[in-house]
Every structure is written in structure tokens, then in C-alpha cells.
């Protein structure tokens, strides 16, 4: 699917979980079985490379993909960290702070940083114009946000961000770019999955414009092992991704999920897609053929086909198709003998990988990392400046305190040292013998 878009010039975004589709790159070296095959079909086979663009979400190598916070917004945020209504606006209330004193939220870093502040040095502040902050509620935040680094979500969050036009370019061949999100270390960490996923696709709706219905997708999104883009996500989390997933059709982009079972896609999004591609499943205990006979319901009825049997007796390379025609109306289910693709069914090597990221423009603009100033430094900067006053404050209160007992105690040493000078007069022998000497003339 991805390869004939690419030849009509429709870019794709593929997430890779298992690693194994970086061999679109380059040109399948054939195989007796592959030519067996197409001429069963009657299409001939021909070798061929697609434009690739490796994508990261992590430290592996490839174009850097991020976001800040900032772009993702309070409610988005909210929706992430799975908090509760008090706590999100509680976080409305940071990004509102945030805006007015112009301090850019980029990273995870800024994030707690100016949660930290709003309890402690900031506190009587924020508390004045935005109301007060409860310390617990703020603790829970925090936790929150931790539990989100702990899956990666600090390498996510941060500049420089990507531009989703970048997504839709085609080569000088007229063939749409196959854009391949290496996840491999991502399976263990689905909440960093549904962070990327729904910041992308939010991204994607908030930016492309209208398209109505022009005949052709201006981009397809290949959404492998779907499942764990709902796994450990909030309802909160997953009622938005539902609501954006049936929005982002009238942006012109196509959306595929690709997992083992489709029990794994939750209902409201399972009734949204038109075409449905069902590979073999096998039935091993009583609960797999449960869950094949309710997979069967969810195809159209067949006049040919018994499909809860059909779906156990598929063969490699052949599927179960049923699409939408002209007048929006799924078209009767046929067992399909699918093409084999025409590059390579296995990984590139290292030097070829290595040789496909040097050469890509997108890696020379994204893979530098940006740490400008931004909250974390300006509110340590204005703590820095508040201790500053506070201790230059608190040392002109001393230094007036130890002015004010200086004079004091001079003002006691003179008191008694005039005292002294008059008891020493008083008391003098002379003194004495004078007053004396009056006091019996007096008597005589």
C-alpha cells in the first residue's frame, strides 16, 4: 500500500515497531516465489526503491521528532497526564501565568519548574491574581509529569519542532516521500506512543487545511501495532484521539491501523474506517474463536463466503478485503491474492542506514538540539534576584539594628560617665571637709 502511494506521488508516515520496514529504501533482489506469484496474478514485477526519510522519537538514529509543551496546550496536557478536573485547571491556570509573563514552556524541565514555583516562591503571586494553588494538588502534577519522563517524555518534549509540512514532500521523480518512525524501543512505553500519536495527529488537523473530497489523500498514516496507542491511555486521552480521528478526514489524510486483531481498536474508532484489509488468524483456545466469529461481524455479509472460516484458512500474502465504493457503500468481501512489494522485505544494514540519514536535509535542521532560555531559567534567574533583595534587605535591616545598639550603648557609657564625674566630686575629701566645716559654723 505504501509503495503505490509513493508512485502516485502521496507521501506516507509509517510507524515501524518492529524494524523491519527500513528496507522500503531499497530494491527487492527478487525471488523465484515472488515471480510465482505475480504471475498467478497476472502483474509483473518490477524492482524498485522509494524515496525514505528515517524518523525518531528517541536517541536512535534518525531525524529528531519534538514537540514543546506549549504547542500541546493545557487541555492536551491535561488529556495526557490523565489528571483530574481540578488539577487541569490547576495547569490552565500555570499556562495562563506562563503567557502573561512571557516564559516559553518548551520542555518537561519548564513544566515542573514553574509547578514548583507556584507552591513555593511564586505562591503569594500567582495566589493574588490567578487564585491559590493547592500544594497536594500541584504534588500530584508533578508526579504525573515524572511518570511521563520515566517513558521518555523529556527526550519528546523540546526544540527544535517539527513542521508537519515536512511530512508531505516528494522527490524530484514526482514520488511521495516514505516517512518510517523507527518505535522499536517504544513497545514497553505506550504512553510515549499515545503522547507522539496524538500531538501528531492534533498537529496534523490544526495546520492542514480544508479539503473536501478531492479524490486523493494529500498524506496516509500507517499506524502499526495500533493497539498500543490506546493501551495505559486515559479516557480522557482516548475520546480525543476518537474525536480527532473522525475530523482529520476533511484534512485530506488517510489513516490506517495496522494490528493482529482488530478487538484491539475501540468501537467508535473501528466503525470510522472504510477499508478494512483482514490477513489469516488463527484459533488456538475457545476464546480465539470467539473472538474470530466477532471479528467476522464486522465485515459485510457474504453470499460467498462464510467468513469466521475463511479468516482460519487464509494463506501467506492473501487477505480479506472490503472497501467503500462511489456512494460510500462497502463493497461485497473478496479473498485477494496481495502483490509482493517491489523493495527490499528486509532491514538496511548499517551503512546504508547511515549513508540515508547523512544525506537528508530534515536530519541537518532537526537533529540539532535548542536549549534557549526559557521558564526554568527566567524564574531561576527572578529567584535569584528575589534572594538577592531579600538578603541585601535583611542585611540594611542588621546594619540599622546594629546602628541603632551602637548609639545606645554610647549614649549609657556618657550618662554614666557624667554620673561618675559628679560622685567623685561629691565624694571627695575636700569636698567633705568643706561642707563640714559650713554645717558647724552654723551651729555655732
Do not use: W
Request: contains cysteine; aromatic residues 6%.
Amino acid at each position: 500500500l505504501a509503495e503505490n502511494l509513493s508512485d502516485k506521488g502521496i507521501p506516507v508516515l509509517l510507524m515501524d515497531m518492529k524494524g523491519d520496514l527500513s528496507g522500503i529504501a531499497q530494491p527487492s533482489p527478487g525471488h523465484p516465489k515472488i515471480n510465482e506469484r505475480h504471475e498467478a496474478i497476472g502483474i509483473p514485477f518490477n524492482a524498485k526503491k522509494f524515496p525514505v526519510e528515517i524518523l525518531t522519537l528517541s536517541k536512535q538514529d534518525g531525524v529528531r521528532l519534538r514537540a514543546t509543551v506549549s504547542e500541546f496546550g493545557p487541555v492536551l496536557i491535561s488529556r495526557i497526564l490523565g489528571v483530574s478536573e481540578t488539577q487541569a485547571g490547576i495547569i490552565s491556570i500555570l499556562f495562563k501565568y506562563c503567557d502573561d509573563n512571557k516564559l516559553p514552556l518548551l520542555d518537561l524541565k519548564d513544566f515542573k519548574k514553574i509547578i514548583q514555583y507556584a507552591t513555593d516562591e511564586g505562591k503569594v503571586e500567582i495566589a493574588k491574581e490567578y487564585g491559590r494553588i493547592s500544594p497536594a494538588s500541584a504534588g500530584s502534577i508533578l508526579r504525573k509529569i515524572v511518570e511521563l519522563e520515566q517513558q521518555g517524555g523529556d527526550l519528546f518534549f523540546g526544540e527544535k519542532s517539527f513542521d508537519t509540512d515536512d511530512l508531505l514532500r516528494v522527490d524530484q521523480n514526482g514520488n511521495g516521500y516514505i516517512n518510517i518512525v523507527r518505535l522499536t524501543d517504544i513497545q514497553d512505553r505506550p504512553k510515549l506512543f499515545s503522547t507522539f500519536m496524538l500531538c501528531l495527529l492534533a498537529e496534523i488537523y490544526s495546520t492542514f487545511p480544508e479539503q473536501g473530497d478531492t479524490g486523493r489523500p494529500e498524506l496516509v498514516i500507517f499506524i502499526d501495532e495500533a493497539h498500543l496507542m490506546f493501551k495505559e491511555a486515559s479516557d480522557a486521552l482516548t475520546d480525543q484521539i476518537e474525536s480527532i480521528v473522525k475530523l482529520i478526514r476533511s484534512k485530506g489524510v488517510g489513516l490506517y491501523f495496522v494490528t493482529q486483531n482488530p478487538t484491539d481498536i475501540p468501537e467508535a474508532v473501528l466503525s470510522q474506517l472504510g477499508l478494512k484489509v483482514q490477513h489469516a488468524l488463527r484459533a488456538f483456545t475457545a476464546k480465539d474463536r470467539k473472538a474470530i466469529k466477532l471479528t467476522a461481524e464486522n465485515y459485510p455479509l457474504s453470499d460467498y463466503y462464510k467468513t469466521d472460516q475463511i479468516l482460519t484458512s487464509l494463506g501467506t500474502g492473501e487477505a480479506l478485503v472490503s472497501a467503500l465504493n462511489e456512494k460510500g457503500i462497502p463493497t461485497p468481501l473478496a479473498v485477494t491474492m496481495l502483490r509482493a512489494p517491489m523493495s527490499r522485505m528486509d532491514i538496511l544494514n548499517d551503512t546504508e542506514l547511515q549513508s540515508l540519514i547523512e544525506n537528508s536535509k530534515l536530519a541537518k535542521e532537526y537533529n540539532e538540539e535548542i536549549d534557549r532560555e526559557s521558564a526554568y531559567e527566567l524564574l531561576n534567574k527572578k529567584i535569584e534576584i528575589a534572594n538577592r533583595e531579600e538578603a541585601k534587605e535583611k542585611a540594611e535591616k542588621e546594619k540599622a539594628a546594629t546602628r541603632t545598639g551602637s548609639y545606645r550603648r554610647s549614649t549609657s557609657r556618657k550618662r554614666r560617665s557624667s554620673k561618675s564625674g559628679l560622685e567623685k566630686v561629691l565624694t571627695s575629701p575636700t569636698v567633705i571637709r568643706s561642707v563640714l566645716g559650713i554645717l558647724t559654723k552654723m551651729l555655732r
